[in-house]
């Protein structure tokens, strides 16, 4: 419900209206009249059925996904001058500016480009409590909430398979022309879909049981953390055909090494070393 207005951000995260009985998730809804214009000009009233559910499941992974960012804002606030920000951590800032700024000499707040902006305290709380809530509206007045979600969760499914294909696995056949070069560049994206969901199917079931049980859910790790950390995790070559494995003390990477039941301690690795670790991959 982050777009929505504020009176139905309000609704949403009101207790009031939810089974508080389950800790890990809870749902309501209620119906609303909408207005449209017809094409002739005249009005025509509907009723639309709104269902907005909390997951903790859901929770934590936005908290987690948002860690980061979050403790960057308190550092900005905490000391502006210390900060050089990049071009994505100043897209992601913008939303929870003010739009006036302060005139750190006089304290007053004045418009002015050149005058360091100021943290919308109100945004940013509004951000932090909205984490692991979900809207739905649907035309379907008399289907069960659980039923509405359970089929919107369905559909979010087939969505998010054009949406990680287009941006993490890149896609869009930019470089290839011919029809025979963009069919096997499509092949080639296709199945490393397949093998990401494999992998994150196994980072799922190793998660642990606050990340929810249904494993249809959920990807476990997202998919552009799943692509950075194989990306990272490098090996090398060293004189006498020795290695050393790059990258592999990060979270991500240790989680997928849990997934697959390897240890790849840190080490100089030999050929034979390398085959035997590849040996014990679990990979189903």
């Known amino acids: 419900p982050r777009k929505s207005t504020k009176a139905e951000i309000a609704w949403a995260i009101s207790p009031e209206g939810y089974d508080l009985s389950d800790e890990k998730f809870r749902c309501k809804s209620r119906e609303v009249k909408r207005k449209v214009k017809l094409a002739d000009g005249t009005e025509r009233e509907y009723k639309e059925k709104v269902v907005v559910y909390w997951s903790k499941e859901f929770y934590e992974r936005e908290r987690?996904?948002?860690?980061?960012?979050?403790?960057?804002?308190?550092?900005?606030?905490?000391?502006?001058?210390?900060?050089?920000?990049?071009?994505?951590?100043?897209?992601?800032?913008?939303?929870?500016?003010?739009?006036?700024?302060?005139?750190?000499?006089t304290g007053n707040v004045l418009d002015g480009t050149k005058?360091?902006?100021?943290?919308?305290?109100?945004?940013?709380?509004?951000?932090?409590?909205?984490?692991?809530y979900y809207q739905i509206v649907t035309s379907e007045l008399e289907m069960p909430d659980r039923e509405v979600i359970g089929k919107y969760h369905g559909l979010t499914q087939i969505e998010d398979q054009f949406r990680e294909m287009k941006s993490t696995i890149e896609t869009r056949p930019i470089y290839v022309r011919t029809r025979e070069h963009i069919?096997?560049?499509?092949?080639?994206?296709?199945?490393?879909?397949?093998?990401?969901?494999?992998?994150q199917r196994k980072t799922k079931q190793v998660l642990g049981p606050e990340h929810g049980k249904?494993?249809?859910?959920?990807?476990?790790?997202?998919?552009?953390?799943?692509?950075?950390?194989l990306a990272d995790w490098q090996?090398?070559?060293?004189?006498?055909?020795?290695?050393?494995?790059?990258?592999?003390?990060?979270?991500?990477?240790?989680?997928?090494?849990?997934?697959?039941?390897?240890?790849?301690?840190?080490?100089?690795?030999?050929?034979?070393?390398?085959?035997?670790?590849?040996?014990t991959i679990d990979p189903f």
């Open 64 to 105: 987690h996904e948002n860690a980061s960012f979050l403790a960057f804002v308190e550092k900005l606030k905490a000391n502006p001058g210390g900060f050089r920000i990049t071009a994505a951590e100043s897209q992601s800032l913008r939303r929870f500016l003010k739009k006036d700024v302060l005139d750190r000499k």
């Open 115 to 132: 005058l360091a902006a100021m943290i919308d305290d109100e945004k940013l709380s509004e951000f932090n409590a909205l984490f692991g």
């Open 183 to 199: 069919e096997a560049h499509l092949m080639v994206c296709f199945i490393a879909l397949t093998m990401m969901r494999i992998i």
């Open 214 to 229: 249904d494993l249809n859910w959920t990807y476990g790790l997202p998919g552009a953390r799943l692509s950075k950390a």
């Open 235 to 279: 090996a090398d070559e060293l004189p006498g055909e020795y290695y050393r494995i790059q990258n592999a003390t990060g979270e991500d990477i240790r989680l997928l090494f849990r997934a697959f039941g390897i240890e790849v301690p840190a080490k100089i690795y030999t050929k034979g070393d390398i085959r035997e670790l590849k040996s």
